[in-house]
């Protein structure tokens, strides 16, 4: 059965015409996702008076606000491993002026929350607050981007954490098996595909995360991002702290990686001898969301293994009992991207676990998927694309993920047209190109 949306519109003229008592013996009409229109409501760009770039949308109906600073500034850019995620992580503790506890005061005293993190390719700052307490609070955020100090002894915990971390982290054979696969398919020398090690994080200093941001978090560099119940008073708002000191925009080097040295396909590692778990991933690299296959593989993907009623879900979890869950999933990155399987098994069921996902591989290059099972995967993504086209901040974050990787409303209209219209053969095509086994990597982790 097919995933379904109902949706009443009422103008005040069909009110006025509709009859005194309603029928409630008569359901309304039932719509599948496929069948409705999706529009992403437009984004306002402009420049701030020094020329820095502004996307702001206004939406929804409460005070409030999400302002995103984004950098390039991600560990595609980092001169050293771990260089970038410990400028982001550092960044709110100290500035010239204020401590830590003097920043985090600042901004919770008024209900705020500021995050920072860096991805692979980008480092985001997000302000999130009442809509009212930003020029306020904007003036602290822009000191936290111009003038952190990043303090010896912050920088000192920051590392005695993360090593602590990771030796947690260590004796889980699901962490060792991601970074291990990311290894694999691109390379340990490559930004992608590093692993982290305690004397990488050791060898971080003061220094690196000073210089980094003085070279990445450059705000002639920073895309600014602002979503809520907006208007010209917010946006003059940042501009008056964004916007008037000059800055030189920014166009950094795009750096150039050697592709991954040649792996065994098959890879066997024992983490723990006494484990009775092992983490099964499968993957292989594959095209970033500019490929025009990408639309369609999401397609292919979801119905393979990407959400809880999959090919991959059905057998191996619910008539198998391998595993709690299993999925698969296309992780589209800004130079490159991959589509790997992921689940963690019982040890003594590993090798049927891995056959059986070689199997369900097969079965969808030989044999095309019937209409209904069709008819609910494409309901599904389009179902959840609602949830996505709901509220300020996912619209917010709908548009940063076109702007930020060069693409435009017409890609989404595109992505949206694709769910609808691929069919069964297109996908089996797909699969026949793609879920080769012998391209992907096997990796078992116990």
């Known amino acids: 059965m097919g995933f379904t949306i109902c949706i009443w519109t009422v103008s005040w003229a069909n009110f006025e015409a509709m009859p005194q008592t309603l029928n409630r013996t008569v359901p309304p009409p039932i719509h599948d996702a496929i069948e409705f229109d999706y529009q992403l409501p437009p984004i306002h760009q402009q420049s701030l008076d020094n020329g820095l770039p502004l996307y702001w949308l206004n939406a929804g109906v409460a005070e409030v606000a999400e302002v995103d600073f984004v950098f390039p500034a991600g560990s595609w850019q980092e001169p050293k491993p771990g260089v970038a995620a410990a400028t982001a992580s550092l960044l709110k503790n100290g500035t010239r002026s204020r401590t830590a506890q003097q920043l985090h005061e600042a901004i919770e005293f008024y209900g705020a929350n500021l995050r920072s993190s860096a991805g692979n390719d980008f480092a985001t700052v997000s302000l999130f607050c009442l809509s009212r307490h930003l ?37 889980k054979c ?25 004397e990488k994080i050791e060898a971080i200093e003061h220094t690196d995360l000073q210089q980094f941001f003085r070279n990445n978090y450059n705000l002639g560099g920073v895309r600014i991002f602002m979503a809520g119940n907006l208007g010209a008073t917010e946006v003059q708002c940042l501009n008056a702290t964004f916007g008037k000191e000059p800055v030189v925009l920014q166009q950094l080097d795009q750096a150039v990686f050697s592709e991954a040295p040649p792996y065994e396909h098959k890879q066997f590692i024992t983490n723990d001898p006494n484990g009775v778990q092992g983490a099964i991933r499968i993957g292989r690299q594959f095209p970033n969301r500019h490929h025009p296959d990408f639309p369609k593989m999401v397609v292919l993907n979801t119905l393979f293994g990407g959400y809880f009623g999959s090919r991959l879900m059905r057998n191996i979890r619910e008539e198998k009992g391998y595993t709690y869950g299993i999925y698969s999933s296309l992780q589209p990155m800004v130079h490159g991207g991959s589509l790997i399987v992921h689940t963690e098994v019982g040890r003594d069921v590993i090798t049927p676990a891995v056959t059986e996902i070689y199997k369900e591989m097969e079965i969808l290059c030989e044999t095309p998927a019937e209409a209904e099972e069709l008819l ?26 076109l702007i930020l990787n060069g693409l435009d409303e017409a890609h989404f209209q595109n992505n949206v047209a694709t769910y609808k219209s691929v069919t069964a053969a297109e996908l089996q095509a797909l699969a026949r190109q793609y879920l080769n086994p012998q391209d992907f990597y096997e990796l078992v982790v116990v």
Do not use: C
């Open 376 to 401: 609910l995967v494409k309901n599904y993504l389009l179902g959840g694309l609602l949830g996505d086209l709901d509220g300020p901040f996912h619209l917010l974050q709908r548009w940063r993920t």
């Open 135 to 171: 020029p306020v609070l904007l003036p602290i955020v822009h000191e936290i981007l111009t003038v952190a100090t990043f303090p010896d002894d912050e920088v000192r915990l920051y590392k005695q954490n993360t090593i602590q971390r990771l030796m947690v982290s260590e004796r």
């Open 174 to 198: 699901e962490f060792v098996a991601d970074e291990r696969m990311d290894a694999l398919l691109f390379g340990e020398a490559h930004p992608y595909g590093r692993l982290t090690k305690k």
